[in-house]
């Protein structure tokens, strides 16, 4: 459903709607219509995905949000800036946008007319027919993905693909199977359904988790006020998303996925290896101006916010969580650039004749270092004589 951010604004106040207060460094979300709570925010400054940011941060930028709570820091960041373009917030919970468009009210009552409102769940129908398909420049999707089943995360990622402009990029982050929580009977097995999809590469992902609060599923030293303070107060599903297996599934889905990364989370129970979510940045390639977003914002010097120890690169043309452009320049980020396989034909056909000339040309340099070499042993003294046509008697001369 989509809301009128003014409209919206009026009825927190009439209604006296506050966002919580901060606790733990979190701020739960409220309570949706399905009587369930789904994590929350933090407000703390951005760290990650500055390039959203700043590609929002455009005057001829179209973004989209999924998951902007009360107005997540990447949203709030955005609207501070004296140029932007237009930000699309999709929620699950209706009161969290108004409480979210009262904030920007306040900050800037000129820049409402730049927001507009969805309410629901992603990628359900009645939010997907609100977004433009093809329409938007970047979309950002920070913890959650894994408040989906395995249907949702599949068609998600499709929605995410079919929404982007041709360049655009989708920034997300989700929790792992590593991260604190579960007992080590249901750790095994996740590592065992993740060993079977590698192997066999088949439907449905690893990673369902039918109730994240269960017995199954928890470790017995996790008690329930720290799972409350987390903003899992309810039983609930949930997904967790594994590196290797994201990076099998998006090539099955015709893209090119050049770096997914682990990055760690401080919060306690949640402080571990720096394995306990996963970073995305999954990208549509396409002419860099079509779509009314200039290049020099495709290519952030923003330095890729992991430490060294959870930072794995896995290049591919482009490098460093990067969307694929026209130039293939090296460009940073902190996610994971991926590409439809499809654009890339034309330069693997150039890619294949290139190596091929390059390969002909190695052949006959070897050859004529060969005829060289030849010519030499003929003119040049030997000290030793070679009879015969298959042995070699090494004689010295007198």
């Not at 209604?15 to 994590?39: C, F, S, W």
């Not at 599903?237 to 099998?248: A, I, L, N, P, S």
């Not at 990067?322 to 330069?347: C, K, R, Y």
Request: aromatic content about 8%; charged content about 25%.
């Amino acid at each position: 459903m989509k809301l009128c951010a003014q409209k919206a604004v009026e009825e927190a106040r009439e209604r006296h709607l506050q966002m919580p207060e901060e606790k733990n460094g979190r701020i739960v979300t409220l309570t949706g219509a399905d009587g369930k709570k789904y994590g929350g925010m933090t407000n703390k400054p951005v760290k990650e995905f500055k390039e959203f940011v700043e590609i929002a941060s455009s005057a001829d930028a179209n973004v989209l949000e999924i998951g902007a709570a009360y107005g997540t820091p990447y949203l709030m960041e955005t609207f501070k800036k004296e140029s932007m373009g237009h930000y699309t917030a999709c929620e699950l919970v209706g009161d969290q946008l108004r409480i979210l468009a009262t904030r920007i009210e306040e900050l800037d009552p000129s820049k409402l007319s730049n927001l507009t409102l969805i309410e629901g769940p992603f990628p359900h129908k009645e939010v997907i027919d609100h977004l433009q398909e093809g329409g938007y420049d970047a979309v950002l999707a920070s913890s959650v993905f894994h408040f989906l089943t395995e249907e949702e995360v599949v068609e998600a990622f499709k929605q995410v693909h079919r929404l982007l402009k041709p360049g655009g990029k989708l920034f997300a982050k989700m929790m792992t199977p590593y991260n604190g929580l579960k007992n080590p009977e249901a750790q095994r097995k996740t590592v065992e359904e993740v060993q079977n999809y590698l192997v066999h590469k088949t439907r449905p992902l690893p990673g369902f988790v039918k109730n994240i609060r269960g017995k199954a599923y928890l470790k017995d030293s996790i008690t329930e006020q720290e799972l409350k303070d987390f903003g899992i107060a309810t039983d609930i599903h949930g997904f967790e998303f594994d590196k290797e297996v994201m990076k099998v599934f998006l090539e099955s889905e015709n893209f090119l996925v050049e770096i997914c990364d682990y990055t760690p989370m401080t919060l306690h129970p949640y402080a571990l290896d720096g394995k306990e979510l996963l970073v995305l940045r999954d990208g549509r390639r396409g002419n860099q101006e079509s779509n009314g977003v200039s290049s020099h914002r495709r290519q952030s010097s923003t330095p890729f916010s992991l430490p060294p120890s959870a930072f794995l690169c896995a290049y591919s043309r482009t490098v460093i969580v990067s969307l694929f452009d026209d130039t293939m320049s090296m460009t940073e980020g902190d996610g994971t650039g991926v590409l439809p396989l499809a654009d890339l034909a034309d330069n693997r056909v150039f890619a294949v004749l290139f190596c091929v000339v390059f390969a002909l040309l190695l052949l006959l340099l070897f050859a004529l270092m060969c005829k060289v070499w030849g010519l030499r042993r003929a003119v040049v003294p030997s000290p030793y004589r070679v009879d015969g046509p298959s042995q070699i008697y090494l004689t010295p001369e007198v």
